[in-house]
Nanobody, 128 residues
Framework: QVQVVESGGGLMQAGGSLRLSCAASGRTFATYAMGWFRQAPGKERESVAAISWSADRIYYTTSVKGRFTISRDNAKNTVYLQMNSLKPEDTAVYYC?????????????????????WGQGTQVTVSS
């Protein structure tokens, strides 16, 4: 069993910052990739960012490049998503996911099927 727990969501004004955290516990792969997804009301879940175990592979969706930063602390089994210059269109439930990093490449990181374990999500609301 693997538990994935997100935290750090909340309400923020446009232009502000939030940092999301995601902790994984239990049995995981020896090395694993972690990703962030989000789902806004009435929309499909979309990929936001992903990071390999050693952080040698990091990916972002175009709309967050330059504003969001993904990082991880393997000693704490935790991944972070620093979100700056927030926009109302960033409003969504943000999900963290854990997957096999051997499959994490530029052509696959967006696919939810890459990830085996998911958190329950944390709400981020950005007001204009």
């Amino acid at each position: 069993q693997v538990q994935v727990v997100e935290s750090g969501g909340g309400l923020m004004q446009a232009g502000g910052s939030l940092r999301l955290s995601c902790a994984a516990s239990g049995r995981t792969f020896a090395t694993y990739a972690m990703g962030w997804f989000r789902q806004a009301p009435g929309k499909e879940r979309e990929s936001v960012a992903a990071i390999s175990w050693s952080a040698d592979r990091i990916y972002y969706t175009t709309s967050v490049k330059g504003r969001f930063t993904i990082s991880r602390d393997n000693a704490k089994n935790t991944v972070y998503l620093q979100m700056n210059s927030l926009k109302p269109e960033d409003t969504a439930v943000y999900y963290c996911a854990v997957g096999d990093e051997s499959r994490l490449v530029a052509t696959t990181w967006r696919s939810p099927r890459l990830y085996d374990y998911w958190g329950q999500g944390t709400q981020v609301t950005v007001s204009s």
